[in-house]
């Protein structure tokens, strides 16, 4: 069927018309659809049966929303999620949406609703906790991207999974502005009027763009894994038992750091939020210090596992046992296994570094910080976001553990 | 037509078949052809018509000649090979061969037939001199490493490139066989008995071997540019005037510092080889002096290339002008490029030594050293190629000129 945009009512013809979802929702009862998608480049519906039964339909659209239909962008971008999605329910089973219908030409993808789940952001302003989040994110990155990774997958298969994630327009999206523009004249960048100065400096700071160019070279150049490459915590659906991570429309193979650093980073922006949200200073500290424990612990939890996922399915690309069999050979491999654990926390540094100036000053705020609504208080939070951001970025290769990640926020919002 | 595999007769047939090629040579004059591959993996025809003119016709062989048919590969490399040729003539004009006719099914390409070029390995031996090469190779590597990287495609463009040029059979088995199976027990190793003691210690070196899992990790994930991926001096043939870059049937998008380092690791080689093959120590030390004035050359020449490219032909992907208008952005944007130069060379070190080193104890030797029939004195050869092979590994990250490597090589030597 040609392509064609679907509405809440176009909709329910369209899966009325797909008898397969019969088994997911009884399609002969009366269903009712309704628009919800809050993001830039996609339809998002929830679908509701009379019998209580409900699925999630997302629907591409041919541009980028924020941007008007001057943004052309192919509609393979669903191609590229659902792809993803299979992978991650695969390898990290219970931490992704399911997958229900896939229909290529018309950009569509039938999966799991969360319901009961709420988009991470606003429980988070709310000091919201989230018991397994720890644990269940640690898992979803180490999983999804050891098992991506050469040290797991042959070089023959990475190579034939890599294939299927080339995926240069939604690329281009990330490159452009989460590096580039946000850090020179660009006419959709936006900021806070208060931080005119703020922004100038970060666009004459030389060193700081030297190293963001360096940054943006090494996600384009260095295809480690298969990385959701969008992980904030608007793409992070929890509630005190679950965690699902969604739309993972950009996914490619790029430097893990760049998803682990978009999760930290976003918990740091929303711990520098709550100077405003949260006026009670005992109960702001206390909320804080929960975010970056979870800051921590994210960290400690995904390099364990990652550690010992490796060590249990060695598959000998990187190295094979009889490799390291030699006298001193363990040690040696457990060298190389720190060795690429503290790069991948250097490049944690870097990247969440960039993401976090972006949000600051580029196409893409932040929710978390742009809720508040008295400009001054938020220009508190910004302006410590942009030299924890800048600090993150230009000493990443000085930073040897987590805790001199989270020393800079501590010292910087002190 | 189903793929068969030709002979010096057959392949007669085929040409005359073949009526475009009628513009390269007179199909209807008496044609001769001889077998002349001493490669591995292909079949290598030279054809020659009484009429003077020739050609090459190369057909890939199901399986790799040296470990016999026990080691199926993929046809498909001959497509590789020509896309890359292709490429190397668009980007680099008169250093490669031309392709005439490219048969997907018969995994057979004809080309350019490069009378009056030696393969380099055997003159360099005799102490042949090449006033052009130093000039040629760095532009061949200049240009063809520039042009397929990020500094000049842009994201979308070099990812398309990319995805033609996904090779994982070929690019496993220099994974297998440069990082991993010479450095441990591996049934198809060869090495000089009289190695015994320092093979072992090379099997033995742990930091060595972290620093080989390092280089190895580097080369399966670092996609810079499309890269020859096997540029050793057998892969380049040449005479007074002319250079040619043949055999890029091992091309994908890899680290640049590859290519650079197989060019100049083959050069050392062949230094060394001469304490055997020229015992006139006057005249070994003055060709001697000429091998690495043709290292420093060619790295020399190869970094003000590539800068000059870059600086001409900055299409803005890392990054676009604006983004370097700042006050003191021109000397940022000449710092990224100085940086990015350095972390080549540091690559060449790394890259370079591991290949010195696979050649004295994995599958594949070399010429320029097992040609010294004296045992004893291909030792002295091998163990300094060994010594400096491990230095250029391990010391990579404090290689910062091409003086410290050529340094290296005159301490080990000395």
Redesign the interface.
């Known amino acids: 069927m040609a392509y064609r945009a679907l509405d809440s009512y176009s909709v329910l013809d369209y899966l009325r018309a797909t008898p397969a979802l019969g088994a997911v929702l009884d399609l002969s009862a009366p269903l009712h659809a309704r628009e919800v998608g809050d993001g830039n480049l996609n339809l998002v519906f929830i679908v509701e049966a009379a019998t209580g039964q409900s699925l999630v339909v997302k629907q591409a659209l041919p541009y980028l929303r924020v941007a008007g239909e001057s943004w052309p962008l192919t509609r393979e971008r669903m191609r590229f999620e659902t792809q993803a999605l299979l992978k991650h329910n695969e390898l990290a089973p219970g931490l992704a949406p399911q997958v229900y219908h896939f229909d290529d030409e018309m950009s569509l993808v039938v999966m799991e609703n969360l319901s009961g789940l709420e988009v991470m952001r606003k429980p988070l302003v709310a000091r919201k906790r989230f018991p397994n989040f720890a644990d269940h994110i640690s898992t979803f990155l180490a999983r999804t991207l050891f098992f991506t990774s050469?040290f797991y997958l042959?070089?023959?298969e990475?190579?034939?999974l890599?294939?299927k994630f080339?995926?240069?327009?939604l690329?281009?999206i990330q490159?452009d502005f989460v590096f580039?523009n946000p850090?020179?004249?660009?006419p959709e960048n936006r900021w806070n009027a208060l931080l005119d100065d703020e922004v100038q400096a970060v666009?004459?700071n030389?060193?700081l763009?030297?190293a963001l160019?360096?940054m943006?070279?090494s996600y384009?150049?260095?295809?480690?894994a298969l990385i959701h490459s969008d992980l904030h915590t608007g793409s992070i659906m929890a509630n005190a038992e679950l965690t699902k991570v969604i739309d993972p429309e950009f996914a490619f193979f790029g430097p893990m750091g760049f998803d682990v650093g978009a999760v930290l980073e976003n918990l740091v922006l929303n711990y520098l939020s709550h100077f405003a949200h949260t006026p009670d200073a005992a109960t702001r500290r206390e909320y804080q210090a929960y975010l970056l424990d979870l800051v921590r612990e994210i960290w400690v939890q995904f390099a364990a596992k990652f550690d010992a996922l490796w060590v249990e399915h060695n598959r000998g690309?990187?190295?094979?046992a009889?490799?390291?069999?030699?006298?001193?050979?363990a040690?040696?491999f457990a060298?190389?296994r720190r060795?690429?654990l503290a790069r991948i926390l250097q490049d944690v540094a870097g990247f969440g570094g960039a993401k976090m100036l972006r949000r600051m000053m580029g196409i893409v705020s932040v929710w978390d910080i742009t809720s508040i609504t008295d400009l001054e208080q938020r220009a508190v939070a910004e302006r410590l976001a942009i030299r924890i951001g800048s600090r993150w970025v230009t000493e990443r290769q000085a930073i040897s553990s987590v805790d001199d990640l989270i020393g800079i926020v501590r010292e910087e919002a002190a």
């Open positions: 050469d042959t070089g023959v990475k190579k034939e890599q294939a080339i995926n240069p327009h690329c281009k490159e580039t850090f020179m004249e660009s666009r004459q030389s060193a763009k030297l160019a360096e943006k070279l384009m150049t260095h295809a480690e690309e990187l190295m094979p009889k490799y390291w069999a030699h006298p001193g050979g040690e040696a060298e190389f060795r690429t």
